[in-house]
């Protein structure tokens, strides 16, 4: 007992020191950021609106002209932001042509040759200093989102704040640890060296993002790529630019702040042609987006060979078996599908509701749906928000009228608040539809909004054919009282990600890759996975006990061959991986006798000379 004392004095005082050094604060400074130009005043107008141009090489924007009224045709050199909810006018931004996004690439390449030697102490200041500024600004941050894409302050809050903060924290703990060299087994032929992998930033990474969390899916790569020493250049939606280029304002005044270089990270604005410019530009592309546009970026990437990310959606599952706690599991249906009004790449797409809850469950989420509030975030308290993209909400109304003449059935709906006249097109009220099956288009296609179509099963067998009749494979959510029977459902699901009774819960474990498989893309992002993509990945082998043990290739395979030499491998091999000890010592005693033949056969060879 005595011996155990000193170690456990020890391990305490080392705990009590770790809690003290939790207690004292970080020196983190804090950054200023100009908002004065994305500030709602109340006095914008179409005729006196700012309009906010990225000039290459500027590290802020500049305000030049009037804006054209609405109704113009859009010009294709210029991409023009209106807020979903209320249509008024945000800004015009370029749509940068190929050669500008060429240069925006190579200043970012010139910039990580500096970056790339950066520690990890300077990387992480980076991540506090912006931490820092993300609590600090939440609600500017989504007051932000909220009028560039039409969700509410709530929805941007557990999007786009929570997310990200999630993420920095996780590079903050465990970063370092996972991009530094990591050791591996050497196996039995090499037992005599030391195995490892070593990883080194790609370069310039290429990032293609939508527009439905324009925060987070700004941060998300770029504190990535930036962590693990590279550039990173992204091109953010033509839907949501006016938010993206303030947020980059954020890292810009960050970088800045730990002395960075100041072309490290670029946000570029465009269409189809920007993008498919930085895609021959960058060392990897990540995309974000639909099937049909990734499998351009793909084509256009085979051009170079760059690695490819791409995250393209889902149509994910949310299944409930008869035995689970009905009201808690109602409750975050409603999340799951009515998020952000439904624009969720991992949102809960297909419900399917055992047999003897169906009913019931029908009934509570009717309920829920039916005092949903749905109007402009900003302008009053309503529970969710806009259809971001323009004539979106007519092609989710073409999915529900296609179920319906199949034979479904719309069992209740959400209300709208008060619609200003030029943007009653962007709401879609919540719908519950019920007798949907596998033959409507709603069942099939991904509708990235506010629909919950419910179909009944009725065995664990059949639920599961139900959930894989999808070209998509991104997630699901399984809910069950057993959780046993939920982890054997999930386990045979074809998806990328599954959350346990629970919904998007994976994607709040930043440990944890994203993605999906068929048609909802391939490769990661979050995690050590994703992390660990923005690398190099380079196999090393050295001498574990240089100088005293180095590589002598065996002399009855040096050149020229001696004419026992396969009899020497074929003993080597069985001394190596042979299945039993005899045969293997046997063997081993072979190939010192072959050995030993050799060397005494050139010691005669010499005399004789």
Request: charged share 20%; hydrophobic share 45%; net charge neutral.
């Amino acid at each position: 007992m005595a011996f155990w004392w000193p170690l456990i004095v020890l391990g305490v005082a080392y705990l009590v020191c770790r809690f003290l050094l939790m207690l004292i604060p970080p020196n983190v400074p804090s950054i200023e950021v100009d908002a004065s130009d994305v500030m709602e005043d109340g006095s914008q107008t179409m005729e006196n609106s700012y309009i906010y141009v990225i000039i290459l090489n500027a590290p802020s924007f500049r305000c030049i002209s009037a804006i054209p009224r609405k109704g113009k045709m859009a010009q294709a050199d210029m991409v023009r932001c209106y807020e979903p909810a209320t249509m008024k006018y945000l800004g015009v931004f370029p749509a940068l042509t190929p050669d500008e996004i060429r240069e925006h690439v190579a200043q970012a390449r010139e910039a990580q040759k500096i970056w790339k030697s950066s520690s990890f102490r300077q990387r992480r200041q980076f991540l506090r200093i912006l931490l820092k500024y993300i609590i600090e600004h939440q609600e500017l941050i989504c007051q932000i989102s909220s009028r560039d894409t039409g969700k509410t302050m709530v929805d941007a809050s557990l999007g786009e704040i929570m997310t990200t903060c999630e993420k920095i924290t996780w590079l903050l703990a465990e970063g370092e640890k996972w991009l530094k060299p990591e050791y591996r087994s050497s196996g039995r032929a090499m037992l005599h060296k030391r195995a490892k992998v070593e990883f080194y930033p790609l370069g310039v990474i290429g990032a293609i993002v939508s527009w439905n969390y324009p925060f987070h899916n700004v941060f998300n790569p770029m504190l990535a790529a930036v962590f693990s020493g590279n550039a990173v250049v992204i091109k953010v939606s033509e839907h949501a630019t006016w938010s993206g280029c303030f947020y980059f304002r954020i890292i810009q005044a960050a970088l800045a702040a730990v002395g960075a270089p100041e072309n490290l990270v670029h946000i570029v604005t465009g269409f189809a042609e920007t993008g498919q410019a930085l895609v021959s530009s960058v060392d990897k592309i990540i995309f974000v987006g639909s099937p049909g546009v990734g499998k351009m970026i793909m084509q256009k990437a085979s051009e170079t060979l760059i690695p490819v990310t791409l995250e393209l959606g889902g149509k994910d599952a949310f299944i409930v078996c008869e035995d689970v706690d009905l009201p808690s599991v109602v409750q975050i249906a409603m999340r799951g599908a009515l998020q952000s009004g439904g624009q969720n790449c991992a949102g809960a797409e297909r419900f399917y509701v055992h047999k003897d809850i169906y009913q019931s469950f029908v009934t509570h989420i009717v309920k829920l749906v039916k005092s949903v509030s749905v109007g402009p975030p900003l302008a009053g308290r309503y529970d969710m928000g806009a259809i971001c993209m323009q004539e979106h909400s007519e092609k989710l109304q073409n999915l529900v009228n296609d179920a319906l003449d199949k034979g479904a059935e719309i069992v209740g709906r959400g209300s709208f608040g008060h619609l200003g006249e030029d943007a009653v097109d962007q709401f879609f009220p919540p719908t519950v539809i019920v007798n949907v099956n596998h033959t409507m288009k709603l069942m099939q296609e991904e509708a990235f909004g506010p629909i919950i179509p419910i179909m009944e099963f009725s065995s664990d067998e059949e639920v599961i054919k139900l959930a894989n009749d999808s070209n998509y494979g991104l997630g699901c959510a399984v809910f069950s009282g057993s959780q046993k029977r939920a982890i054997a459902i999930a386990s045979q699901l074809h998806c990328g990600i599954a959350a346990i009774n629970d919904f998007a819960s994976t994607y709040m474990c930043q440990s944890l890759p994203f993605g999906g498989v068929k048609h909802s893309g391939f490769g990661r992002f979050a995690g050590v996975e994703g992390l660990r993509a923005c690398c190099l990945v380079k196999s090393v082998v050295e001498d574990r006990w240089w100088p005293f043990i180095k590589t002598v290739i065996p002399k009855p395979i040096q050149y020229p061959v001696s004419e026992n030499a396969f009899g020497f491998q074929e003993s080597l091999v069985e001394a190596l991986y042979g299945l039993y000890i005899r045969d293997r010592l046997w063997s081993l005693v072979n190939v010192m006798k072959i050995i030993s033949a050799h060397n005494s056969k050139s010691e005669n060879m010499k005399k004789r000379q």
